[in-house]
């Protein structure tokens, strides 16, 4: 049976879609590149409703046409065939109206955006960084099945190996949308490589993932931004400690709310080309300072959500990675499985899938859809 109510709210979709469609194609709006940045993301959002809507009315219509058959046909094969009909639109009717559900609810702004990823060494010392370590193959590989593109910022390496920080930018479809999940404290267990008497220890690293913003979202006064250019050290042969391709950029920036300032200082030596540093640099402060502004908007987003999939909480413990039972477990959503390997590896997608199915159940209940 039809869910009335759902189909009430599917009314005037289709009309706002054609007038999203007809504005998208209109100079002034093309003019306007914030306004057709905004509409153009609106159109791909009523395109899949639209699309799904389309299909449910027809199903509902292959319904109707079928009850009818069985009412007014004698032929027993054209009745036959109307019960065929009938079963497999009823069946698959319920479906339906769950994804339609899930598409009417407003989508975060900030889902389509690139991401910002900061990976820390926390408890642990020297396996934490290790695990850091750990953590950033396992993204960079999910990254690359995901066909997304992976960019490092800053690292600063630890002593045995891994990173005590790296920050990087992933780049591609829907990127925060996907990796905000993993906003947390994961914890590791396991004889690390510098332990001699084969104890299991307990060691921890935080992941932050933030929207990258994007220009137009924070004003910058590009004219007070202070540039010095420095030698790079590290690996890259002789150009890189002969060129000073390594940027550091110095900016004060006024907090809205608080009202106080303060200096931001950042280094960028990801390339031998200057510019370039200078362009990741400036995309990084922009980040910084849109974190900043939207921490406040983004906590009120969360507090209203009450879920904890998608709160972002950096001192939650999401995840455990225990290597002596080769088990990963997310705590959040009690999900427990035993391919630990092929999970460090990059094969997170159903442990994300399953965290976005029990987000969804939330909003879902929250809307009273």
Not at 264 to 270: D, G, H
């Amino acid at each position: 049976m039809a869910d009335n109510s759902l189909l009430s709210r599917l009314d005037g979709i289709e009309a706002r879609f054609e007038e999203v469609a007809t504005l998208v194609t209109d100079p002034e709006v093309i003019a306007d590149m914030k306004r057709y940045v905004k509409l153009t993301k609106e159109y791909k959002e009523l395109e899949k409703l639209v699309e799904t809507t389309r299909k449910y009315r027809t199903m509902l219509g292959n319904i109707d046409e079928a009850r009818q058959m069985l009412e007014t046909e004698s032929d027993p094969e054209m009745k036959a065939m109307a019960r065929e009909q009938l079963d497999s639109a009823t069946a698959a009717l319920p479906q339906l109206e769950e994804q339609i559900k899930i598409l009417l609810i407003p989508a975060d702004p900030e889902d389509s955006k690139n991401a910002i990823v900061e990976i820390r060494g926390g408890t642990g010392g020297d396996e934490a960084a290790i695990f850091a370590g750990d953590l950033f193959k396992m993204y960079t590989r999910y990254c690359e099945s995901k066909g997304w593109t992976v960019a490092v910022t800053s690292y600063n390496e630890g002593t045995a190996g891994g990173y005590k920080e790296i920050v990087f930018a992933v780049s591609g479809d829907n990127v925060y949308g996907t990796l905000k999940y993993e906003s947390g404290v994961h914890r590791v267990q396991r004889v690390p490589a510098t332990e001699t008497q084969g104890r299991v220890h307990t060691s921890a690293a935080t992941v932050a993932v933030l929207p990258e913003a994007e220009e137009f979202d924070v004003e910058i006064n590009e004219g007070e931004i202070k540039w010095d250019t420095f030698r790079s050290g590290g690996a890259g042969g002789q150009n890189v400690n002969k060129v000073e391709s390594g940027v550091r950029l110095r900016y004060i920036w006024k907090n809205p709310v608080t009202g106080t300032t303060e200096e931001i200082l950042i280094e960028c030596t990801e390339t031998r080309d200057q510019p370039k540093n200078k362009e990741r640099a400036l995309s990084r402060l922009r980040t910084f300072i849109y974190d900043r502004e939207h921490q406040k908007y983004m906590d009120d987003i969360a507090s209203r959500r009450k879920t904890m999939v998608s709160t972002g909480d950096r001192s939650a413990k999401i995840r455990t990675y225990n290597y002596p039972q080769g088990r990963i477990t997310d705590h959040r959503i009690n999900y427990t499985i035993y391919n630990l390997q092929a999970f460090v590896d990059g094969d997170i997608q159903d442990c994300i899938d399953q965290l976005i199915i029990a987000e969804n159940a939330e909003k879902l209940k929250e809307a009273q859809l």
